[in-house]
């Protein structure tokens, strides 16, 4: 069994997450359907899951599925995205553990129902999410500050919650920040798998979204300095609490 991740984008991978999960002794199965079948993430994907096509046809080894970040946006037109918004909601369907960052977060907003669309400002860097009290009381984050700094990087955002999910935190640009759905379906619209070296990668691909915030890349800098040391503690404990929480301990033993 493996837990299926969707990448969307090169520098964007699982992370922290993923180091996190691959700790605890789950599998992780990577799929960039951006990309041709053939490329060796894809190739090497399909060859270590049963199954022969990049979204599988059932769900009998899947032990849950993430969906990542990306340049990409909901409502553009992407080849690929139609057939991941479709498997992200039987997803959900099944009560498995769904996780969207970002992107993800997005199209796991939309094929449920809610709404998605652009900012008029984009919001990047580190800011403060604060987490209301259903979700100051949510398992998956606890030991999590109330307010705590989280390293945003998006120009779009969701509107409109999907009917019946639950909203846990908000920023002051952004109000659904962190949103539960149904079982084991939870999104953030920050990067909790990000860490350093990944954040300075992207970097150089911020300049338009600094632009429109109104912020420079040596201001960015400035913010990482004096609060990557507390986003990556408090990140750090979200990824043990998703690997502790969403991912029922008898599938792992069983896998």
Same mark, same amino acid.
């Given at each position: 069994?493996?837990?299926?991740?969707? $990448?969307?984008?090169?520098?964007?991978?699982?992370?922290?997450?993923?180091?996190?999960?691959?700790?605890?002794?789950?599998?992780?199965?990577?799929?960039?359907?951006?990309?041709?079948?053939?490329?060796?993430?894809?190739?090497?994907?399909?060859?270590?899951?049963?199954?022969?096509?990049?979204?599988?046809?059932?769900?009998?080894?899947? $032990?849950?599925?993430?969906?990542?970040?990306?340049? $990409?946006?909901?409502?553009?037109?992407?080849?690929?995205?139609?057939?991941?918004?479709?498997?992200?909601? +039987?997803?959900?369907?099944?009560?498995?553990?769904?996780?969207?960052?970002?992107?993800?977060?997005?199209?796991?907003?939309?094929?449920?129902?809610?709404?998605?669309?652009?900012?008029?400002?984009?919001?990047?860097?580190?800011?403060?999410?604060?987490?209301?009290?259903?979700?100051?009381?949510?398992?998956?984050?606890?030991?999590?500050?109330?307010?705590?700094?989280?390293?945003?990087?998006?120009?779009?955002?969701?509107?409109?919650?999907?009917?019946?999910?639950?909203?846990?935190?908000?920023?002051?640009?952004?109000?659904?920040?962190?949103?539960?759905?149904?079982?084991?379906?939870?999104?953030?619209?920050?990067?909790?798998?990000?860490?350093?070296?990944?954040?300075?990668?992207?970097?150089?691909?911020?300049?338009?979204?600094?632009?429109?915030?109104?912020?420079?890349?040596?201001?960015?800098?400035?913010?990482?300095?004096?609060?990557?040391?507390?986003?990556?503690?408090?990140?750090?404990?979200?990824?043990?609490?998703? +690997?502790?929480?969403?991912?029922?301990?008898?599938?792992?033993?069983?896998?």
């Amino acid at each position: 069994m493996a837990i299926i991740v969707f $990448q969307h984008g090169e520098l964007v991978g699982p992370g922290r997450l993923g180091l996190t999960l691959r700790d605890n002794g789950f599998k992780l199965s990577i799929r960039r359907l951006d990309l041709a079948a053939d490329h060796p993430i894809n190739r090497n994907a399909l060859e270590d899951f049963e199954g022969g096509s990049l979204i599988p046809a059932d769900f009998d080894n899947v $032990q849950g599925v993430i969906a990542l970040g990306g340049a $990409q946006n909901v409502g553009e037109d992407h080849a690929w995205m139609p057939g991941e918004l479709a498997f992200l909601k +039987a997803t959900h369907e099944r009560q498995l553990p769904l996780i969207g960052i970002c992107l993800g977060a997005q199209m796991i907003a939309h094929t449920l129902g809610g709404q998605v669309g652009k900012m008029d400002t984009p919001e990047i860097g580190i800011k403060t999410v604060s987490l209301n009290p259903i979700g100051q009381t949510d398992p998956v984050l606890a030991g999590i500050a109330w307010d705590s700094p989280q390293y945003m990087t998006h120009g779009y955002e969701v509107k409109q919650l999907p009917p019946g999910a639950t909203l846990l935190g908000s920023s002051k640009e952004c109000k659904n920040q962190i949103f539960k759905a149904g079982v084991r379906t939870y999104a953030f619209q920050s990067h909790p798998e990000f860490d350093r070296a990944m954040i300075e990668a992207l970097l150089p691909q911020e300049k338009d979204f600094c632009a429109r915030a109104n912020i420079s890349e040596s201001d960015l800098r400035a913010q990482l300095d004096k609060h990557y040391p507390d986003f990556a503690r408090y990140a750090d404990r979200l990824c043990v609490n998703i +690997a502790s929480y969403l991912f029922p301990l008898e599938r792992k033993l069983n896998a």
